[in-house]
């Protein structure tokens, strides 16, 4: 017979039968001892469905972001961290202007902004209207003297800020006027420019022996019509019937003027040139750089008129020369304005000025600051570049006018005449 007592008394004593409820059965309880803890559910996907008060690990979240909370039956709401959101770049197919690290795009929390409105990140790194538009407007970049700023992009205003550049020579770079700057580090010498892809050497010694500079401003009264004239001592020429030089009375700012007169009779007329001796002052000057020629000047008449200005062989017969740099205007050719011509062996390259022949007073700009490479500009016009053609032979500085056919006598009248070379090696 069994007794009753005893098998309760074993059942009792049966081990690992019991559960224990933790939320009813509990007090204090503390896991800090535990090998390992787990107090959430977790898994690769979200479950579908939940109620208040569950959390969830997952898994495939990266991490820091791994922790939901059902705030709302089947609401599943990220808990702490950022909220940030990765993608496969591939899956966002059609959208241009992708950034990321790798294959990954991150894409921070979401906000609004008004159209046409910078957006900025706040503290929480949400994405909120910056309150302006942009490149405008409050809290926008404001442009100070010599800034330009255009939508993102800030620069130098350069019609304000010089540039400046250096090398070892004279300058052989294209270059804006009123802005940029040379420095020859060879010779010390500084350069302007002063035209379109036009430099000049500016602020050197007097007694600089690399500048040679000659100038007449026609102020010395007149000399015998044969013999030399003016402060250089230039020769008188002539062609046929022989004209006149005259000194005339100066009008400020010309303080001197030489006025060359042709007689009433075709094909004959006066010129001046600095070849006492039949001598030319340059040698092959095309083939040199660093130097100018300027010359002021006014025609009296535009019509039987065959004038040329500049460079010439010695003793040149005022008519068209074998070789030359110089400003020309001659009805017999039937020009109608002012051209730049260059001749070399007897064929003429020339260049329009786009000036028409008038009786006002016009300055002739004749340099070259490339060797091999001559620049013509009339007044304050487009300047020319003549590079092939160019005489090769020995020049001087003259001014010729002939009457082309009239019963009347013309002139022209010459204000100053100023040639200039710098880092000459002497």
């Known amino acids: 017979m069994v007794n009753a007592a005893g098998l309760l008394m074993a059942t009792h004593l049966l081990p690992g039968q019991v559960r224990i409820d933790l939320r009813t059965q509990s007090r204090n309880v503390d896991f800090s001892a535990a090998a390992t803890t787990k107090p959430f559910k977790m898994g690769g996907s979200l479950p579908a469905g ?4 569950e959390t969830f690990f997952l898994t495939t979240a990266p991490a820091g972001t791994n922790l939901y909370g059902c705030p709302a039956t089947n609401v599943w709401t990220q808990l702490g ?5 990765t993608h496969p770049l591939t899956d966002l197919s059609g959208i ?3 950034h990321g690290s790798g294959s990954i795009l991150q894409s921070y929390a979401g906000g609004t902004a008004t159209s046409g409105h910078c957006a900025a990140f706040d503290a929480g790194g949400n994405l909120v ?3 302006y538009s942009c490149g405008g407007g409050g809290g926008a970049i404001t442009a100070g003297q010599g800034v330009v700023v255009a939508g993102g992009t800030v620069s130098i205003d350069d019609t304000v800020i010089p540039y400046y550049l250096t090398g070892t020579g004279a300058p052989a770079v294209s270059c804006s006027p009123g802005r940029d700057f040379y420095l020859d580090t060879a ?10 892809d036009l430099w000049r050497a500016v602020g050197t010694s007097t007694f600089d022996s690399s500048i040679v500079v000659l100038a007449d401003e026609f102020a010395s009264p007149a000399q015998a019509a044969s013999s030399l004239t003016g402060t250089l001592g230039w020769a008188v020429r002539s ?4 004209g006149t030089i005259t000194y005339q009375s100066g009008t400020w700012p010309s303080i001197g003027v030489v006025r060359l007169q042709t007689p009433a009779t075709a094909n004959s007329g006066p010129g001046i040139a600095l070849d006492s001796g039949n001598t030319a002052l340059f040698s092959n000057l095309a083939a040199n750089a660093g130097w100018e020629l300027r010359i002021r000047f006014r025609l009296m008449q535009t019509s039987n008129s065959r004038l040329r200005i500049g460079f010439f062989p010695a003793a040149n017969t005022l008519a068209a020369p074998a070789d030359g740099l110089y400003l020309r205007y001659d009805t017999s050719q039937s020009d109608t304005q002012f051209l730049f011509e260059s001749r070399s062996g007897g064929s003429a390259t020339t260049q329009q000025t786009g000036v028409a022949a008038d009786t006002g007073w016009h300055t002739i700009q004749i340099l070259s600051a490339v060797a091999g490479s001559v620049q013509f500009r009339l007044d304050s016009g487009t300047p020319q570049t003549i590079s092939t053609g160019l ?4 020049l001087t500085l003259g001014a010729y006018l002939v009457n082309a056919g009239a019963a009347a006598a013309g002139s022209v009248e010459l204000d100053y005449v100023k040639f200039e070379a710098r880092g000459v090696s002497r």
């Open 239 to 242: 062609a046929g019937t022989a």
């Open 81 to 85: 961290g950022s909220s940030v959101h």
């Open 187 to 196: 010779t010390g010498m500084l350069h302007v420019c002063w035209a379109t």
């Open 129 to 131: 209207d910056a309150g």
């Open 50 to 53: 939940c109620t208040v008060g």
């Open 96 to 98: 241009t202007g992708k």
């Open 391 to 394: 005489p090769t032979g020995a």
